[in-house]
């Protein structure tokens, strides 16, 4: 089954500063990448995805970048805010099952 | 709107007691899904439903049964629990089952004595 890495476990930046978040899949059939933030208390809630057939997507300070060849994808926040603070969570799919990655706890310090 | 709705959101069990949890969503989504979330471990899927009349086991199914009762709502039963089942769980729903965006509840937070 498919096997989702994600790297590093924790994260700790100041304000105003960039946050990568890097995600490898073992799947080469995999073609849907979503990336999920999730605060204390609740579930996870969809930020930003990508399908196969795009390398790059980008929704104001978030992006997403996709490497198929290397199996890998990453998370991109510019311009860091202390609420952006949060687990996050890569995740590939093949089809019906998403298959996430184990998380990142992100800490944004004033 | 009320997205995904999860009941309860606290729970205490003894091991071997039985127990629904339920899930219902407003989206009028087509799939449904149950995933566990533990520590370190990332969401696992439990149990799936791809449109109603429809379910299929997914990475980690044994303990749990399911119900999709109607187009709106997809229950997970406990029927013996044990403290292996001690977990926060979660149900999200998508319009159909290819690649599309899961929207998650709030989670059921479940503790087995």
């Known amino acids: 089954g498919e096997n989702v890495e994600q790297h590093p476990s924790t994260l700790s930046v100041q304000e105003g500063d960039s946050a990568v978040i890097k995600c490898t899949y073992s799947?080469?059939?995999?073609?849907?990448f979503p990336w999920y933030k999730q605060e204390l208390g609740k579930g996870p809630q969809l930020i930003i995805d990508?399908?196969?057939?795009?390398g790059e997507k980008k929704d104001q300070r978030i992006a997403v970048t996709l490497n198929k060849t290397a199996k890998h994808f990453s998370l991109h926040i510019t311009e860091t805010q202390p609420e952006d603070s949060a687990v996050y969570f890569c995740?590939?799919?093949?089809?019906?099952?998403?298959?996430f990655g184990k998380g990142t706890s992100l800490l944004v310090t004033p | 709107n009320a997205g995904v709705t999860q009941t309860p959101k606290f729970q205490v069990l003894k091991t071997g007691q039985s127990m629904t949890l339920q899930c219902a969503q407003d989206?009028?989504?087509?799939?449904m899904y149950w995933y566990r979330q533990d520590p370190g471990m990332g969401l696992r899927l439990i149990y799936y439903?791809?449109?109603?009349?429809?379910?299929d086991k997914g990475e980690v199914p044994n303990g749990y049964n399911v119900s999709r009762l109607n187009k709106r709502e997809f229950s997970l039963r406990l029927e013996s629990a044990a403290p292996s089942q001690t977990s926060v769980y979660f149900c999200?729903?998508?319009?159909?089952?290819?690649?599309?965006?899961?929207?998650f509840g709030d989670g059921t937070r479940l503790s087995i004595l």
């Open positions: 989206m009028n989504h087509n799939s």
């Open positions: 999200a729903s998508s319009r159909d089952n290819e690649n599309q965006p899961q929207h």
């Open positions: 439903s791809a449109s109603e009349g429809t379910t």
């Open positions: 995740a590939a799919s093949t089809g019906y099952a998403l298959n």
């Open positions: 799947d080469s059939a995999s073609n849907y």
């Open positions: 990508i399908r196969s057939n795009v």
